[in-house]
């Protein structure tokens, strides 16, 4: 029986996978991967046994029991099996309960964290999740989880925590989980970012404030995937950025 | 004038360096460290110019205002200045307000984003931050920060948003910070895990709830570096652990 490695491969910079990441890929038996920005597939040896999720199930994504399935049938076939994430396995990557499947099944598994795109890519528009003086915590939330009623938030005390906040994954629901801040009496004029296709060659920011973001996000004709960044930290990036190209 | 990139080193395991931050540290000209665990200064070549900051400033550490003038010191002597810092620049790393003092006097900088030990340190005991059903937050807060009048936390908030908390730098504040917990009505069988010098050979997880942690923690003398999760999904750890040696 083989190794599974729930391997995170960063925010989409080649150059933000860790070392070891890389030595696993090149290591690896099979590697099975899924919504992976072109420049990390870049990574992955082209003689390399390579398993596209998106591919297999065609439009319809196989869903996470299909993968965790999938998971300990490799694991029975190959001694190095790799399963590369963007992001961190463990910040709403699955990796826990991929990782839970695995040891039920008796299956021999490693998780290798990788940087998250929810510190990564704000840094990489001169957004700092933290300041001295401007924002003491850190919150990460993803808009998908919203949608299910038993992981309802306690959007009151993200409102009263006044730190800052990441969500991953939010673009759909970016209207309603807007309301939820304001309905709980987050400051209308509280800064939002909103960053498209992180690290890729279409990386753009879009900012606003709670008040206007839903409008300047339609009218900019956002999609996913994106990192909505809420709080004062935005406006730190008027103090750091660069006279660059890019931004 | 030279260039500072402000680096995340990662964890404190060397392969959980970017391939990023290990090309900058072979082509810089001087590098910048202090407090790195062992096992990423063996990263460093040896023939590499290093200013360790502990060792400049003898028995009292040089302080950030002092950092951040040299900084900008050896931006006008070297091409390439190489701020190695642990963990991500940006998560209570300092990272904003050094990138601050750059950009006000025209040096030019980059930000390159590591793995939090926010993530990591619990990640290689077991621990995912997020869990389906059981956590849909995550909030990192430092244990530092709280002593800061202007800063304080609102402890009311973190408590009512039920998720996951991450403490970075809290073992001098823990019985502090779980008497606040507990005064803002934590539930007192909430586990908690402390982590100890993650990823060195001294690496040490020490488990309880927030009723018996402080005790626990002085019973076992506990001593910094440490990451401390609060919450739920330290509990997923016993259906994710492996028997191996370390744990």
Redesign the interface.
């Known amino acids: 029986m083989g190794k599974v490695y729930l391997v995170?491969s960063?925010?989409g910079?080649?150059?933000?996978?860790?070392?070891?990441a890389?030595?696993l890929i090149k290591e690896a038996d099979v590697i099975l991967v899924d919504n992976l920005v072109l420049g990390v597939k870049t990574l992955i040896p082209v003689d390399k046994e390579v398993i596209d999720i998106g591919k297999i199930a065609g439009k319809h994504k196989l869903s996470q029991d299909g993968i965790n399935e999938l998971l300990v049938e490799l694991s029975a076939k190959y001694d190095t099996v790799v399963r590369l994430k963007g992001g961190?396995?463990?910040?709403?990557?699955?990796?826990?309960?991929e990782?839970?499947v695995l040891?039920a099944h008796g299956v021999?598994?490693e998780?290798?964290?990788?940087?998250?795109s929810a510190?990564?890519v704000?840094?990489?528009f001169?957004i700092?999740?933290?300041?001295?003086?401007i924002s003491?915590?850190?919150?990460?939330?993803?808009g998908h989880?919203?949608e299910e009623k038993?992981?309802?938030?306690?959007w009151?005390?993200?409102?009263?925590?006044?730190?800052t906040l990441v969500i991953l994954m939010g673009v759909g629901n970016l209207a309603k989980n807007v309301e939820s801040l304001l309905g709980h009496g987050m400051r209308a004029d509280t800064p939002v970012a909103v960053i498209e296709k992180g690290f890729t060659v279409d990386a753009r920011l879009v900012t606003g404030t709670l008040q206007n973001i839903v409008d300047v996000a339609k009218d900019e004709n956002v999609k996913p995937p994106a990192v909505i960044v809420i709080g004062d930290?935005v406006g730190?990036r008027e103090?750091?950025k660069?006279l660059t190209n890019r931004v």
Chains 1, 2 share one sequence.
């Open positions: 995170g960063g925010p910079d080649p150059e933000l996978i860790s070392l070891k890389y030595r961190d396995p463990y910040i709403f990557g699955r990796g826990g309960e990782a839970a040891k021999e598994f998780v290798v964290s990788g940087i998250t510190v990564a704000p840094a990489s001169y700092p999740l933290t300041f001295r003086g003491s915590s850190v919150t990460i939330i993803t989880e919203m038993d992981e309802s938030l306690n009151d005390a993200l409102v009263n925590l006044k730190g930290v730190v103090q750091l660069l």
